[in-house]
């Protein structure tokens, strides 16, 4: 008898046990990314060249002059960005609209960019910038001379300062034509490498949203 008793009460024990919800193992802490975007508002300076190329045409021949102009820009931008799950990557989205003036001609400049970039910091609140641009230039003179640059931006921020450089390839989308003489004067961006564009750009942290 007594045994049948411990044999019902080892019966009951079991199940018991196997009925107790046990706690869940504790699941490693998970990296959390910031909620994105964050966007931040924009100003710049910028110095580069204005590529023309100059091509008169006679019957019989024809001559071309190509110069490099200077040209001076201050910029308004909106700056988006996007952190990634590496830590220490960001994905930044540029937009700016920048008016100036071509220092040899005294034409106005306007441009529009939308600039692609990753941003990797360094430390010590520094951060290298690197990415591609698509930026459009207006001569507001002449809009014959528009021109659309491909451009390869590289820089460097230190908190909310900006420097950096762009090398871009220049597509000319019109040129200026006109009579002279028995030929014809066109006047029109020149297409190929433009090696010299950098600015500076503050980015203005108590605007952002």
Not at 143 to 165: C, D, H, K, M, Q
């Amino acid at each position: 008898m007594r045994a049948c008793n411990r044999a019902s009460l080892g019966v009951l024990l079991s199940g018991a046990l196997w009925l107790t919800p046990f706690p869940a193992s504790a699941s490693p802490p998970q990296t959390s990314v910031p909620a994105g975007p964050v966007w931040t508002p924009t100003l710049g300076a910028e110095l580069g060249y204005t590529p023309e190329r100059l091509r008169v045409s006679f019957p019989t021949e024809t001559y071309e002059e190509d110069r490099s102009l200077w040209n001076s820009r201050l910029t308004l931008g909106l700056d988006g960005r996007w952190p990634l799950a590496l830590g220490t990557l960001d994905l930044r989205s540029l937009s700016e609209v920048g008016y100036g003036f071509v220092h040899h001609t005294g034409h106005g400049l306007l441009e529009l960019s939308q600039t692609g970039l990753l941003e990797y910091e360094m430390g010590h609140a520094f951060a290298l910038v690197f990415g591609g641009a698509l930026v459009g230039a207006l001569d507001t003179s002449s809009a014959a001379r528009s021109n659309l640059t491909i451009g390869l931006p590289i820089g460097l921020r230190f908190r909310g300062v900006e420097v950096w450089y762009r090398v871009g390839f220049v597509v000319p989308l019109r040129s200026e034509q006109e009579p002279v003489f028995i030929g014809t004067r066109e006047l029109s961006a020149r297409p190929g490498i433009n090696w010299l564009d950098f600015g500076l750009r503050l980015h203005l942290g108590f605007l952002e949203f």
